[in-house]
């Protein structure tokens, strides 16, 4: 578990995208947001949703790092919505001691 929070917090990403996302983590609602985001049929637990959001996002900063033109910055923004969404959820589940 510490590891997706040390993976989370080395995220480095342009302020705007991190701003834009801050402003709308508020309104994550997961039921909607996550299984359009992951694609993914079940629901997925909070950590493992945060791990496939994670790689997820990756891929499509490496598309807005290269300056490719199919690069969508509102789906960016929506997914680092949801990687903030699951992380508050991560923090609300007891550690096992």
Request: proline share 3%.
């Amino acid at each position: 578990m510490t590891d997706i929070f040390a993976l989370l917090a080395g995220l480095r990403r342009p302020r705007l995208l991190i701003r834009a996302a801050r402003f709308g983590v508020n309104d994550y609602n997961r039921s909607r947001d996550l299984r359009r985001l992951t694609g993914s049929r079940a629901q997925l637990n909070p950590s493992t949703a945060v791990t496939t959001l994670i790689e997820e996002e990756a891929r499509i900063d490496a598309v807005r790092r290269t300056g490719d033109a199919s690069y969508n910055v509102t789906r960016h923004v929506e997914l680092l919505i949801a990687l903030m969404g699951e992380a508050r959820l991560l923090t609300k589940i007891p550690q096992a001691a």
